[in-house]
């Protein structure tokens, strides 16, 4: 996803609520944001989290998705193994 944004008076930037659903990014999760020599910016997670709800406790990662087991676990509860 692309998009523009100003930079606000005081030198902030809030980062759109889609780009955060796609990085995995939620309220409270800290990130690495590292400068490159051609002016661009990376904003990454600084540690694990899960994918869905943000827990950065009991992770597993699944198809390179990172995900917490309580939410692995609803998620199992509601697929039917039974019609494999």
Excluded at 13 to 40: I, M
Excluded at 43 to 67: D, M, Q, R, T, Y
Aim: net charge positive; hydrophobic share 35%.
């Amino acid at each position: 996803m692309k998009t523009s944004k100003r930079i606000c008076k005081n030198g902030s930037l809030t980062l759109p609520k889609q780009v955060r659903a796609e990085a995995g990014l939620f309220p409270g999760n800290a990130v690495d944001v590292e400068t490159q020599s051609d002016g661009s910016i990376t904003i990454k997670p600084a540690a694990p989290c899960c994918h869905f709800c943000g827990s950065p406790e009991h992770l597993i990662n699944v198809e390179n998705i990172v995900i917490c087991k309580d939410c692995a676990t609803k998620i199992l509860a509601k697929v039917d193994v039974t019609n494999d």
